[in-house]
């Protein structure tokens, strides 16, 4: 009996982990530094002044966030931890650099009413795909053939300027990133169900990231499309 207590005090633990929560202090962290970065920039007059008086600057940055995020979405496995860390907070950092244009664009109300309401709705619907028994994934192939129809859409309003458009994009762009959201975090989820004990300290470093930076999109995409719809169109 002794010997037995001794060889199962002796079996190595495995650690419990959470990479749903982990997604989510990642997420947090990313938003938080995003939010900072804008604040800093925006009350930065010489910095402002460089981004609006220089289209090609500010592209050039918008360029560089959609090369990252492509390149990070694509390579965050085989990247180390350390690497995948960087790389999530340079672009936590340069998403802030962007987004600190809104600050001349839209009131502090307009941009408190859009983020609170994103953030609502943002957890309304990560809720409900943690306590749905429904399977989600059927509907990921429908969301992403949505999200590329706004983007043409969106294209096609730059050369017409239509303003009913506009807003139809605004609202499709709210419910297919609140779709992306359940989407998403019931896939996080699996993969917590499936990974969050077996895999190595790296690969949960590493999932934790990918997911973070599915849901961070996601949100960010939310506030910006209610921005859209609060604020002034001009």
């Known amino acids: 009996m002794a010997n037995s207590r001794a060889e199962f005090l002796s079996i190595p633990r495995v650690r419990e982990r ?3 929560r982990n997604v989510y202090l990642w997420m947090t962290a990313g938003l938080a530094l995003t939010g900072v970065i804008a ?3 925006a009350g930065n007059e010489s910095m402002i002044r460089a981004l609006v008086s220089r289209p090609f600057l500010f592209f050039g940055l918008i360029i560089a966030e959609f090369g990252l995020v492509m390149y990070l979405s694509a390579r965050i496995m085989k990247m180390s931890a350390s690497a995948a860390t960087m790389s999530f907070a340079a672009y936590s950092i340069l998403n802030g650099i962007t987004l600190s244009v809104i600050f001349l664009a839209y009131t502090g109300a ?3 009413l859009a983020f609170f309401t994103a953030a609502g709705t943002f957890a309304a619907m990560s809720l409900y795909a943690m306590t ?4 989600l994934s059927g509907f990921g192939h429908y969301l992403i053939m949505g999200l590329f129809g706004i983007i043409i859409a969106s294209v096609i309003n730059i050369f017409l300027q239509s303003s009913g458009l506009y807003y139809l994009i605004s609202y499709l762009g709210v419910f297919i990133f609140l779709g992306l959201t359940a989407y998403d975090t019931q896939m ?3 993969w917590n169900q499936q990974f969050g ?5 790296e690969q949960y470093v590493k999932l934790s990231i990918m997911g973070a930076l599915k849901l961070y999109l996601d949100f960010i995409n939310i506030f910006l499309f ?3 719809i609060f604020g002034n169109r001009n």
């Open 132 to 135: 749905t028994k429904r399977d």
């Open 110 to 112: 307009e941009i408190s």
């Open 188 to 190: 996080i989820k699996t």
């Open 197 to 201: 004990s077996s895999v190595s300290e």
């Open 226 to 228: 209610l921005l859209r």
């Open 39 to 41: 604040v800093g920039v």
């Open 18 to 20: 959470n990479i749903l």
